[in-house]
């Protein structure tokens, strides 16, 4: 984060003035190196006991400008000839305000000039690069509002030597700040807010004088939406739409395994759009792993309608509590309260109803097979045979009936459990979005 200081020093007016001996630069300079210059040891006060007052405006950009006045220079413009001269940074005592919250190097290259002014009032226009530390708040990530400080205070001089205000209107440093910054970058400046911290008399032998900016930053979430909630959402969606497919006919779980690896690709590579600070987990954490799960949770439903439909035929009857269960009740829950057909059952009565009019075949004695001509003997065998053809059909048609109500089964577990996937999947991603809501429109009312 790039931020700017403007430090304004209001201080005592000069008690005497410079006498130059013609209205020249070099005759300006002359007297500045006799009244001073190489005087940086202390602070630029006529007693010691008299603090220098600072006062601080802050500037949301990259340069930290720090005005101060020296007690006893001031000049006639008209006898030296100038109001404003450059000098070197070097030969000025010059206050040592600081960031406390700047953790590194400042890398913009170095100036070497300052202006002094014909009231002995100093600027130093230093471009400063602040890296800061800041406590985010990512819960609601990407829709968060952060509020990140900037404290100023001397690094050595206590309150009784340095003594720091609030030399600009806040509203006027956010109208400039706002100004100023042309690159729109990730976050958006939302508002900016000043403190001065009251020290008690018994510690101001001990403290700092101390003036602290509130930055109020949006983040830009139109990036996070587009990359990643959108197309997490597509996807979750595609996974919803596959319960369409018939598992029987297509394989359905190959297709939802396509989907999990896509989206654990599509997680790889969003990585890096994800916060890696912070001390909570970031909302949007939470709504991956939820369609991570429902993804899966999908495919072990799909694995289950597959095993109980292709092996269907290997499975006993149906128990009846389950027929009771699933193919009355909830099959109507369901809308799949069609029965398996009963075209076995009718064949099943016809099939009992032609055994019942068969005449019983009676083992004949064995002097009346002796009796019998050949072609009654080969109806015989071809009767048995029959029979045998009509027990190996009825149990066909038995174990179709079993296959089928199990098949059926099937279908209504997968109806219901698409249901109630509709339904959590809805329930969670509108508490999801509400609590988004609520925290965003909590932290913008803090503003």
């Given at each position: 984060m790039e931020v700017t200081g403007h430090n304004d020093a209001l201080l005592i007016k000069s008690a005497e003035t410079i006498n130059c001996s013609e209205p020249t630069s070099d005759a300006l300079l002359t007297a500045l190196k006799k009244s001073i210059f190489d005087k940086t040891e202390i602070r630029p006060v006529i007693n010691l006991k008299t603090p220098?007052?600072?006062?601080?405006?802050?500037?949301?950009?990259?340069?930290?400008?720090?005005?101060?006045?020296?007690?006893?220079l001031s000049w006639d413009p008209v006898e030296c000839g100038t109001k404003r001269v450059s000098l070197p940074r070097k030969q000025l005592w010059r206050p040592d305000v600081v960031i406390n919250e700047f953790i590194d190097?400042?890398?913009?290259?170095?100036?070497?000039?300052?202006?002094?002014?014909?009231?002995?009032?100093?600027?130093?226009?230093?471009?400063?690069?602040?890296?800061?530390?800041?406590?985010?708040?990512?819960?609601?990530?990407?829709?968060?509002?952060q509020n990140c400080s900037f404290t100023f205070n001397s690094y050595q001089h206590t309150i009784l030597d340095v003594q720091l205000f609030i030399g600009r209107p806040v509203e006027k440093s956010l109208a400039i700040s706002l100004g100023v910054m042309k690159t729109k970058g990730e976050w958006e400046l939302v508002d900016m807010l000043a403190q001065k911290h009251t020290i008690p008399p018994q510690e101001m032998n001990i403290s700092r004088d101390t003036i602290t900016y509130y930055i109020v930053l949006r983040r830009r979430a139109t990036l996070y939406v587009v990359n990643l909630l959108i197309p997490s959402c597509f996807l979750i969606t595609v996974d919803l739409f596959s319960f369409l497919l018939p598992p029987q006919n297509v394989d359905r779980s190959s297709f939802k395994m396509t989907l999990i690896l896509g989206y654990t690709v599509f997680l790889l590579l969003m990585n890096d759009l994800l916060p890696v600070t912070g001390n909570t987990l970031?909302?949007?954490?939470?709504?991956?792993?939820?369609?991570?799960?429902?993804?899966?949770?999908?495919?072990?439903?799909?694995?289950?309608?597959?095993?109980?439909?292709?092996?269907?035929?290997?499975?006993?009857?149906?128990?009846r509590w389950a027929k009771v269960l699933f193919l009355n009740y909830l099959a109507k829950l369901v809308f799949l309260s069609k029965k398996p057909s009963d075209q076995n059952c009718d064949l099943e009565e016809h099939r009992t109803e032609t055994q019942r009019c068969d005449p019983v075949v009676e083992t004949p004695p064995r002097e009346a097979i002796h009796n019998t001509t050949p072609a009654l003997q080969e109806l015989r065998k071809i009767s048995q045979e029959l029979l045998s053809i009509r027990q190996q059909v009825d149990k066909h048609f038995k174990t179709d009936e079993s296959a089928e109500e199990w098949i059926h089964l099937g279908q209504v577990i997968d109806r219901l459990l698409f249901g109630m996937y509709i339904i959590f999947l809805s329930v969670s991603f509108i508490t999801i979005f509400v609590i988004w809501q609520y925290w965003y429109n909590k932290n913008a009312s803090l503003i």
């Open positions: 220098t007052n600072i006062s601080v405006g802050f500037t949301l950009y990259g340069i930290f400008d720090v005005d101060w006045n020296i007690e006893g190097e400042n890398k913009v290259p170095d100036t070497y000039y300052l202006y002094i002014e014909n009231t002995g009032k100093v600027t130093d226009d230093l471009p400063i690069h602040v890296i800061s530390s800041c406590n985010l708040d990512i819960y609601t990530f990407p829709f968060d509002i970031p909302l949007i954490n939470v709504f991956f792993s939820l369609c991570l799960a429902l993804m899966v949770a999908s495919l072990l439903e799909t694995i289950l309608i597959i095993n109980i439909q292709c092996g269907s035929s290997n499975y006993g009857p149906l128990p």
